[in-house]
């Protein structure tokens, strides 16, 4: 056993180091959620273990991204071990006058270049370098088709890696001389290897097996089965019924799909043929699971979503053919777990939470008994009031709802303008004694600037003082750490007090 560990370190390396990494994001994340699973120990067992799973894969981008990190380091690693044995091979047949200096860096350009090893290490260490080096943030933001056509060279990187042992350019001693003479008991004895009646003989050596493929075989073949799934899911026919045109450039299409099953806050990949084959783009739903039909809401923010809104702008007939795959789950299937629930939206980003409000007036218009939120918080910020508009019906249609029931104080939403002239301003601060907002219509003021999060948690966490709060997020990053600050700022050292615990959208 203890000779197998020496021979395949870098395997166990690797092993441990991602069993590690393993235990590490499940306990992370068990720990976060341990005093919520308390606070809820009158559901059943396995609803709790349903929950916990489902949070863990919560973090699903989080562990490609430590894996990534991990491989990289690795790959160094890798990379540095053979350049020193390389530099003690070149020490160790080198005369000593050098003169075997340049036919030993030859053969190490000629085993690089040549040997099935080196060639295909160089290909995959490139493959690697082009798809972290694209995976930064602002490329992923800004050119995303650079992203996702150079991260699809992963399939280069494992048929690489599949076939990068096969030359044998690693040796070990073979089994028979291992057996004729051993390390152990003939390392020291090397200067009497040549005399004839010694019982240690010159080790022999051979290349080792390719080994590679069987850390690859099981994630390879997962992958292709999933790929298979998707593009079955992908080719079943979906309906458009709707096409909507917003303000701000929002484009709404309601679809149906024969089968299609969803949650509040879950999301599907769309990919349009006329535009491109290879291009899936992740979108969220913004229909409740209680309508027949399921619908997004699309905003131009790039080249691929502007040349869709484009072709369906022109009205062609027919109009183009949408392929869709999912829905895939998301944190904000849990809001309705919570007894007080923050939404927080960014822009665009209220799309998870439309979905979510417009379940709760069905639930309430369906008098839903089981339903265990009982306060709603919903935060949204926009750059520009044409953003409000397509928005404002549905939250229309819920204060008259609330109103009906005698429970107005169940949604308490507040609407934050980050970008205004001082016309509107003006405007709106001339029309303040009306009934409804100028912008918006409603009866809740717009609010100018962004939020005060010291007070607006203060304030929740006095309304609500042995309440367990979930917050979601729909925005960026900035607000994800502010808002994640807060929450722990504002949470209860007694577990029996109010805790909040912060959840954030990941694509």
Not at 112 to 135: D, P
Request: charged content about 20%.
């Amino acid at each position: 056993m203890g000779n197998w560990v020496v021979n395949h370190w870098f395997s166990v390396l690797f092993l441990a180091t991602w069993l590690g990494l393993n235990v590490f994001l499940f306990v992370h994340a068990f720990l976060s959620y341990e005093k919520a699973d308390k606070y809820y120990y009158t559901r059943e067992i396995l609803g709790f273990c349903r929950r916990t799973l489902r949070k863990q894969l919560d973090h699903n981008l989080t562990f490609h991204k430590l894996v990534a990190y991990m491989i990289c380091l690795h790959t160094a690693i890798h990379i540095i071990a053979h350049l020193f044995n390389f530099e003690h091979y070149s020490k160790s047949r080198q005369a000593t006058d050098g003169s075997l200096a340049s036919l030993t860096q030859w053969r190490m350009e000629y085993v690089t270049f040549t040997s099935i090893a080196g060639l295909t290490g160089v290909i995959i260490t490139i493959a690697l370098v082009l798809m972290v080096t694209s995976a930064v943030e602002f490329i992923r933001r800004s050119y995303f088709e650079v992203f996702w056509y150079t991260h699809h060279v992963f399939i280069i990187y494992f048929i690489g890696l599949g076939i990068h042992g096969i030359g044998g350019i690693v040796r070990g001693q073979t089994e028979e001389s291992l057996n004729a003479s051993h390390p152990h008991r003939c390392a020291e004895s090397f200067k009497q290897w040549d005399v004839h009646d010694s019982h240690c003989k010159h080790p022999q050596f051979e290349g080792l097996p390719a080994e590679s493929w069987k850390w690859i075989l099981a994630p390879v073949v997962l992958y292709i089965f999933e790929r298979i799934l998707r593009f079955y899911r992908s080719q079943q026919k979906v309906v458009i019924t709707k096409v909507v045109m917003h303000p701000s450039k929002v484009l709404e299409l309601q679809m149906n799909k024969r089968g299609f099953s969803m949650e509040v806050g879950q999301y599907i990949f769309v990919n349009c043929p006329s535009i491109s084959y290879l291009e899936w783009h992740p979108f969220t739903l913004t229909s409740a699971p209680e309508e027949d039909f399921f619908s997004i809401h699309i905003r131009a923010a790039g080249d691929w979503t502007e040349n869709l809104i484009r072709a369906f702008e022109q009205q062609q007939s027919p109009i183009p053919r949408i392929e869709v795959d999912g829905p895939f789950g998301t944190v904000s299937e849990d809001v309705f777990q919570y007894e007080v629930a923050v939404l927080v939206g960014a822009g665009i980003g209220v799309t998870p939470f439309a979905s979510v409000l417009k379940s709760i007036w069905y639930k309430f218009r369906h008098a839903d008994h089981n339903l265990k939120t009982q306060t709603i918080y919903f935060y949204w910020i926009c750059r520009e009031t044409g953003a409000f508009a397509w928005f404002n019906d549905l939250l229309a249609s819920l204060e008259r709802e609330m109103e009906e029931l005698g429970k107005v104080d169940f949604l308490n939403y507040r609407l934050f303008l980050t970008g205004w002239d001082s016309n509107i301003a003006g405007h709106a601060t001339l029309n303040f004694d009306k009934a409804t907002d100028i912008l918006t219509g409603l009866k809740q003021k717009t609010s100018f600037g962004r939020p005060m999060w010291d007070n607006e948690f203060s304030t929740i966490a006095n309304a609500h003082p042995r309440s367990v709060v979930g917050v979601f997020l729909c925005g960026p990053q900035a607000l994800a750490k502010s808002l994640s600050k807060r929450c722990h700022q504002y949470s209860s050292l007694d577990p029996r007090k109010v805790q909040f615990y912060f959840n954030k959208e990941n694509f």
